[in-house]
């Protein structure tokens, strides 16, 4: 009987680690399939063919990239420990500004990343401390207020000599230090096959792309170990019932202030990133940034390693689908150029209700985890 | 104490020994006491939810907690593990350590560990993870470590057989796979209790542990909570059902709007005169612990008389 039990037991277990290896194989390569299909529509004439090599060209450009690393760790915020962060695009801020000052300044870029980080770091710390006692809702209120307060600093006037103002920090004055790590070369490149061409190494080039996207897999891959591990577990014990983990001997608000700080470091790197290939302006990273990385989020599913990915690359390239498409459909008369951007952040918008309504786990997400009411 | 060394909580009549030589005064003090409270006092706006001046739990022994609804159980279950802080100063300790403002962490840390009246199972996680939740001083819990597997894996592994052999005893082993919220109620009190367990705790408060729970599975939780005791647990529970405080209970605390109003054998507590009024209100001298009471014509015969008395009293 017991023997029988143990069978079916385990090969449930095992059914459930095949489906989610499937499922992500499936998400993996319906993301491939997906770039490769752009690839080759692009060289198609016509509309068709403008629209999807923009779509990949924003599918793969260092901004998508820097928000799936801010979308990770929104997700370790939101999906594993179910903290309300409404603030992340001011981690970004931090880091990013970190880093800039930091260089422009005339330090040299390991100290200009470790600035970028210790900012997001005591950020963290100085919204935990208060908050992560109080119930989730609070964190959402500080948090948002607190990335607005960031950016209206960083705006005054008065600190231009530090932060630069509202004009921000041109890229020429700390993206030396990292291209100058290029081991890629000069001169253009496409990637074969496709309609990319950009510079190896220069200002928005493939160097950036290929470190960006290089810190994608390995942020993914970092994340992927800490959601097995016990402390993974811990998290979403303290997501489901902060109570309950508190009853069996956990440090419920330290585990919680950790997940605040790591997300909050991804948030700056993500914020590094970010305006590596612009240049450092505080409104390009307001509360605007903060609803992306959220739509980026449920788009792919929280609680999933592959959601952020997924998610971000989607979000972007549906929006840029949905722009050409209406103007390539609806007549200048009817909407211009400028409203057809707008249009598409409207279907935006309603797309993020249709998927917290009829898909609430997103593309990745596993629904069995949704099913209960709490 | 010669005969300490021979311990044996599954025997009736040694633990009847132990209790024997204890006053049956609310607030008696205890040979070994493993909880000792004082001046454990809350108030929630003018009203006084909980005031006990001293209570001690004697080590190793079934100690049940009732009282009417409102008396202040769940209130002081919060407060003794930190649930809930005390308006005053009070003092508690356990099991030899000082625990007056302590953390509810911590609290689970020294070994007094809870269950709750509403279950918290976690409910979109599987039964498995639950369990593994409770198990402490897990080195994969520390952040750094945890990315290393090799570092937390042969825990990890240990961990699980205690998980399964647990799981087992409360016959929740075939739903290890199963989100816990696809669980029935009394299935997910089963596995709160087996959580509370995985900490190893020295004692386990059970907040009305039977609410909700149908009678067949009801004889297999009174098992269970002998089965605790046997092994050396000391267990405290809040209950209303007093088949069950006077089948398992070997000392039961009386609380009535706040205070701790008797102590006892489940015997002499329950045809106690202050208990029976403060359960039932004045004039009745019913034995609470009696079989006939939940048979339906008792239950008209008293809610004729005190329709009675109340008629009497508006009169």
Same mark, same amino acid.
């Given at each position: 009987?017991?023997?029988?039990?143990?069978?079916?037991?385990?090969?449930?277990?095992?059914?459930?680690?095949?489906?989610?290896?499937?499922?992500?194989?499936?998400?993996?390569?319906?993301?491939?399939?997906?770039?490769?299909?752009?690839?080759?529509?692009?060289?198609?004439?016509?509309?068709?063919?403008?629209?999807?090599?923009?779509?990949?060209?924003?599918?793969?450009?260092?901004?998508?990239?820097?928000?799936?690393?801010?979308?990770?760790?929104?997700?370790?915020?939101?999906?594993?420990?179910?903290?309300?962060?409404?603030?992340?695009?001011?981690?970004?801020?931090?880091?990013?500004?970190?880093?800039?000052?930091?260089?422009?300044?005339?330090?040299?870029?390991?100290?200009?990343?470790?600035?970028?980080?210790?900012?997001?770091?005591?950020?963290?710390?100085?919204?935990?401390?208060?908050?992560?006692?109080?119930?989730?809702?609070?964190?959402?209120?500080?948090?948002?207020?607190?990335?607005?307060?960031?950016?209206?600093?960083?705006?005054?006037?008065?600190?231009?000599?530090?932060?630069?103002?509202?004009?921000?920090?041109?890229?020429?004055?700390?993206?030396?230090?990292?291209?100058?790590?290029?081991?890629?070369?000069?001169?253009?490149?496409?990637?074969?096959?496709?309609?990319?061409?950009?510079?190896?190494?220069?200002?928005?080039?493939?160097?950036?792309?290929?470190?960006?996207?290089?810190?994608?897999?390995?942020?993914?891959?970092?994340?992927?170990?800490?959601?097995?591990?016990?402390?993974?577990?811990?998290?979403?014990?303290?997501?489901?019932?902060?109570?309950?983990?508190?009853?069996?001997?956990?440090?419920?608000?330290?585990?919680?202030?950790?997940?605040?700080?790591?997300?909050?470091?991804?948030?700056?790197?993500?914020?590094?990133?970010?305006?590596?290939?612009?240049?450092?302006?505080?409104?390009?990273?307001?509360?605007?940034?903060?609803?992306?990385?959220?739509?980026?989020?449920?788009?792919?599913?929280?609680?999933?390693?592959?959601?952020?990915?997924?998610?971000?690359?989607?979000?972007?390239?549906?929006?840029?689908?949905?722009?050409?498409?209406?103007?390539?459909?609806?007549?200048?008369?009817?909407?211009?150029?400028?409203?057809?951007?707008?249009?598409?952040?409207?279907?935006?918008?309603?797309?993020?209700?249709?998927?917290?309504?009829?898909?609430?786990?997103?593309?990745?997400?596993?629904?069995?985890?949704?099913?209960?009411?709490? | 104490?010669?005969?300490?060394?021979?311990?044996?909580?599954?025997?009736?009549?040694?633990?009847?020994?132990?209790?024997?030589?204890?006053?049956?005064?609310?607030?008696?003090?205890?040979?070994?006491?493993?909880?000792?409270?004082?001046?454990?006092?809350?108030?929630?706006?003018?009203?006084?939810?909980?005031?006990?001046?001293?209570?001690?739990?004697?080590?190793?022994?079934?100690?049940?907690?009732?009282?009417?609804? @409102?008396?202040?159980?769940?209130?002081?279950?919060?407060?003794?593990?930190?649930?809930?802080?005390?308006?005053?100063?009070?003092?508690?300790?356990?099991?030899?350590?000082?625990?007056?403002?302590?953390?509810?962490?911590?609290?689970?840390?020294?070994?007094?560990?809870?269950?709750?009246?509403?279950?918290?199972?976690?409910?979109?996680?599987?039964?498995?993870?639950?369990?593994?939740? @409770?198990?402490?001083?897990?080195? @994969?819990?520390?952040?750094?470590?945890?990315?290393?597997?090799?570092?937390?894996?042969?825990?990890?592994?240990?961990?699980?057989?205690?998980?399964?052999?647990?799981?087992?005893?409360?016959?929740?082993?075939?739903?290890?796979?199963?989100?816990?919220?696809?669980?029935?109620?009394?299935?997910?009190?089963?596995?709160?209790?087996?959580?509370?367990?995985?900490?190893?705790?020295?004692?386990?408060?059970?907040?009305?542990?039977?609410?909700?729970?149908?009678?067949?599975?009801?004889?297999?939780?009174?098992?269970?909570?002998?089965?605790?005791?046997?092994?050396?647990?000391?267990?405290?529970?809040?209950?209303?059902?007093?088949?069950?405080?006077?089948?398992?209970?070997?000392?039961?605390?009386?609380?009535?709007?706040?205070?701790?109003?008797?102590?006892?054998?489940?015997?002499?507590?329950?045809?106690?005169?202050?208990?029976?009024?403060?359960?039932?209100?004045?004039?009745?001298?019913?034995?609470?612990?009696?079989?006939?009471?939940?048979?339906?014509?008792?239950?008209?015969?008293?809610?004729?008389?005190?329709?009675?008395?109340?008629?009497?009293?508006?009169?």
């Amino acid at each position: 009987m017991s023997v029988t039990e143990d069978l079916t037991t385990g090969s449930e277990k095992d059914e459930a680690q095949r489906e989610s290896r499937n499922k992500l194989l499936y998400a993996g390569g319906g993301l491939v399939a997906f770039l490769v299909a752009l690839a080759v529509l692009s060289h198609l004439p016509g509309t068709v063919g403008q629209i999807s090599a923009s779509m990949l060209r924003v599918a793969i450009q260092p901004q998508t990239a820097a928000l799936v690393i801010a979308v990770i760790g929104l997700n370790i915020h939101f999906g594993y420990t179910g903290l309300l962060n409404m603030g992340q695009a001011g981690f970004m801020m931090l880091g990013a500004y970190g880093f800039s000052i930091a260089i422009w300044k005339g330090q040299p870029m390991v100290v200009g990343v470790l600035a970028g980080f210790a900012a997001a770091f005591v950020f963290a710390l100085l919204l935990g401390i208060p908050t992560l006692k109080l119930r989730g809702d609070y964190l959402a209120i500080v948090t948002i207020s607190a990335a607005e307060i960031l950016r209206y600093t960083g705006r005054l006037a008065k600190l231009e000599d530090f932060t630069g103002a509202a004009q921000g920090i041109p890229g020429s004055q700390y993206r030396g230090p990292f291209s100058n790590l290029s081991f890629l070369g000069d001169g253009q490149w496409t990637f074969p096959g496709t309609k990319l061409t950009y510079y190896l190494t220069g200002t928005d080039d493939w160097w950036t792309r290929l470190v960006a996207w290089g810190l994608v897999a390995l942020c993914s891959y970092l994340v992927f170990l800490l959601a097995r591990s016990p402390w993974g577990r811990l998290l979403r014990g303290i997501r489901e019932d902060e109570d309950a983990i508190r009853s069996l001997g956990k440090n419920v608000f330290a585990v919680k202030m950790q997940a605040l700080v790591i997300g909050g470091l991804f948030g700056a790197l993500g914020g590094i990133i970010f305006i590596l290939p612009a240049s450092m302006q505080p409104d390009a990273m307001g509360r605007n940034l903060t609803f992306f990385a959220w739509t980026a989020l449920l788009l792919g599913g929280a609680a999933t390693v592959f959601g952020p990915v997924l998610g971000s690359i989607l979000f972007f390239s549906v929006r840029i689908f949905l722009q050409g498409v209406t103007n390539a459909v609806v007549p200048n008369s009817v909407m211009n150029t400028q409203q057809t951007e707008q249009f598409a952040w409207i279907c935006i918008g309603v797309m993020l209700m249709l998927i917290v309504i009829f898909r609430p786990q997103g593309l990745v997400g596993d629904k069995r985890e949704l099913r209960f009411n709490v | 104490m010669s005969e300490v060394a021979t311990r044996d909580y599954a025997d009736p009549a040694f633990r009847a020994q132990l209790v024997s030589g204890v006053d049956r005064t609310p607030g008696a003090g205890k040979p070994d006491p493993i909880l000792v409270v004082d001046s454990v006092v809350r108030h929630f706006g003018g009203m006084t939810a909980v005031d006990v001046d001293h209570l001690e739990v004697q080590r190793g022994i079934i100690t049940a907690l009732i009282g009417p609804n @409102g008396a202040g159980k769940t209130t002081f279950f919060n407060l003794v593990t930190g649930f809930d802080r005390p308006s005053q100063g009070a003092h508690w300790s356990f099991d030899g350590k000082t625990l007056d403002k302590t953390s509810a962490s911590a609290v689970a840390q020294a070994g007094m560990v809870r269950t709750f009246q509403l279950t918290k199972a976690l409910n979109r996680m599987t039964v498995m993870d639950n369990m593994m939740l @409770g198990a402490t001083e897990q080195s @994969g819990e520390n952040l750094l470590k945890s990315i290393f597997k090799p570092l937390w894996h042969g825990q990890e592994r240990e961990i699980e057989e205690r998980a399964k052999d647990l799981l087992d005893r409360f016959k929740l082993l075939p739903k290890k796979d199963d989100y816990a919220g696809s669980l029935s109620g009394g299935q997910r009190k089963l596995l709160e209790m087996a959580r509370a367990l995985m900490t190893s705790p020295k004692m386990i408060m059970l907040d009305e542990p039977m609410a909700g729970v149908n009678p067949a599975l009801t004889q297999s939780l009174l098992g269970h909570i002998q089965s605790l005791r046997d092994e050396g647990t000391t267990v405290l529970f809040v209950e209303h059902d007093m088949h069950m405080v006077r089948h398992i209970s070997d000392w039961v605390v009386v609380m009535a709007e706040g205070r701790v109003i008797a102590e006892g054998p489940a015997d002499s507590v329950m045809s106690d005169q202050g208990v029976i009024d403060a359960y039932l209100g004045a004039h009745h001298d019913m034995d609470l612990g009696d079989d006939s009471l939940l048979e339906d014509d008792a239950v008209k015969d008293m809610a004729a008389e005190v329709a009675q008395e109340d008629a009497e009293g508006n009169a």
